[in-house]
């Protein structure tokens, strides 16, 4: 009996959907994309038709053989890659290369039961104008990065690149950092008194607010020490007190850029460790004997919209675990933000009655982390609005008045369950302060501090994750779904670095920046940006000629290329001193750039033409001589490996970055494993010995890397 074959993305699906689908599917995975541009050459005709010219990816020859010879079993094939634009290309490229003549489309926005058969009786055939608008996406995408990035090869230095999103990101960094540098601060003081009633201690604070009606403010010290000495003596009086009744609605449930933000906030997430660990909570989890289960929907969304059952689900969830009060008479209607895709829902927990610590022992840490934040968010949305009680008084002191407000929680609500970070802990709503005690009109305050304080503007913060994803989803800047890797390119190729959770621009992210935006204004405005987005969309929508939006586009980029070309300045990049010494010459040792990545040159070049290997100590002794350091070193083939800084002499070599912890089994110093950046476990440095010990369940599989020999690349 012939079966039907379904084909998903990932393998990590594929043991969710058995869970539930039974013998009479076969499931097979294309591991994304199977076809793909080239990438000895452009790979685009760019005369006229714009005509990709994909070819098959080396790394999936033996995916392609596999899935046509399960197709060639199967009476249907269901392509059920992720439920998006990259999603609905995938499965273009699976039915022009596995010649499929019975192919369906199916969409989940959920690896459930019932998602997944609704699905398939609801299969359908490819959207191509959802395909074209990815297709116009990527070969945009291509013109820019394989026409610009050789210029700035020639012109800057090599293994540059530039991009569509990724130079008008590295652009908002460099600008932050150019308005924080020609910030000029301006002194201002702030005068505070310290009351309390006077027939009970309860000190609170007020600030010194206007004078004579008109609102204070305290340019320098002089007239801060003349505002103390008219106020010396002074009766505090409660002039007039205000109550009003202040309600805060629920945030509304996570989409990609939100969640990318609340988890840098609150666990100092990066945005591809958030989707990381976003995708295995969607793609499924072993939960005991319910098997394999899908806990979140899709991740990559920019929709708030949420289905009619889950509210239910969250409705009944809240009345028996909160009571009646928690829950709004009517289900929350959310409106979406200008521009949304409303394809998918917004992410939430697949059922809520599945509580995070109730799975707890299932999951790892980021997993559990991550699921719980996602579960807290969404029943949050689903609450009632809280409730405070905000009274601000004034208080009248020789004229002068003083200000001071507090509040007092009425009604928790939605935030018994949640409440979203904030990017700056100094913004305090006036619903967040605290209570002031009870007081009448009219009634005399005890002074216990009158003090002054002086401050400073501040200009603007630069930017961290979170608020760098807020400021590229605000202005429109690429799609939340490519947020990950933009952040993590421009940080490989050495525009920006992190320092304290905040990016700073470096001296060649500012000169790339600053020759883009002199020969290629148009591409580097992230407003032209943003536009060619809403051209997508419109593609997608089947509103635009994919071909005619990239005619539009090549046509002027093409004369300001040729015009780069000509006229772009070669720019020198001056090697930077290092804190080594020549050992033939005594000069300084400056760190530049080769063809194999950086390397240690004598500052007396040509005449003296001594090299050494660029490397950095990790504060490791050596296991194998005990007298030298190990050092971080990087191969010839750019990989990173770590070796005794007394080489030749001492051979002691690892691919794994050792640590002062010891084996158990010898004794030898551990390594640390990494699987997608994340330290997984360790693994002994003795290639003799097979010690392997992992961290969580996400890395388990990952095989182990083999140890270099004493002869390794140095």
Known sequence: MAKSLIIVESPAKIKTLKNFLGADFMIEASMGHVRDLPKSKLGVEVENSFEPQYVSIPERKDVIKKLKAAAGKADIVYLASDPDREGEAIAWHLREALNLDNARRIQFN??????????????????????????????LDRLVGYKLSPLLWRKVKRNLSAGRVQ???VRLICDREREILAFVPVEYWSITATLTPKD????????????NGEKLEIHNGKEADELLSALEGADYIVKNIRKNEKKRNPSPPFITSTLQQEASRKFNFGARRTMTVAQQLYEGIEIGEAGAVGLITYMRT???????????????????????????????????????????????????????????HFLSGDQYGLYRLIWQRFMASQMSQAVFDVVSMDIEAKGLLFRATGSTVKFQGFMKVYTEGKDDDKLVADEELPPLPPLKEGQQLDLKELKPDQHFTEPPPRFSEATLVRALEEKGIGR???????????????????????????????????????????IMDAEFTAGVETKLDNVEEGKLDWVKLLSEFYGPFEKDLEAAQENMERVKIEPKESDQVCPNCGKKMLIREGKFGEFLGCAGYPECKTTAPLTKPIDVKCPLCGEGDIVEKMSKKRKVFYSCNRYPECAWVSWNKPTNKKCPKCNSLLGERRFRGKLSGYKCTNPECDYVKFRGKAEEGEEAQAEPTASAEK
Do not use: C
Request: aromatic share 8%.
């Open 302 to 360: 920019d929709s708030t919209r949420v289905a009619k059952e889950a509210q239910d689900e969250a409705r009944e969830y809240i009345t028996k675990q909160y009571g009646a009060s928690y829950m709004p008479e009517n289900a929350r209607q959310l409106a979406q933000k200008k521009g949304a895709q409303d394809a998918h829902e917004a992410i939430r927990p697949t059922s809520v009655f599945r509580h995070p610590d109730e799975i707890k």
């Open 167 to 169: 130079s008008v990101s």
């Open 110 to 139: 959920e690896i459930t039961k019932t998602a997944v058969l609704e699905a398939l009786k609801n299969a359908h055939d490819i959207n191509i104008d959802l395909v074209n608008a990815q297709q116009a996406r990527r070969v």
């Open 480 to 522: 939340p779904s490519t947020y990950a890797a933009i952040i993590s390119t421009i940080q490989d190729r050495k525009y920006v670095e992190i320092m304290e959770r905040k990016f700073y621009p470096t001296e060649l992210g500012f000169i790339v920046t600053d020759q883009l935006v002199k020969h290629f204004p148009v």
């Open 200 to 211: 009970k201690l309860h000190l609170f604070d007020a600030k010194l607010f206007s004078r």
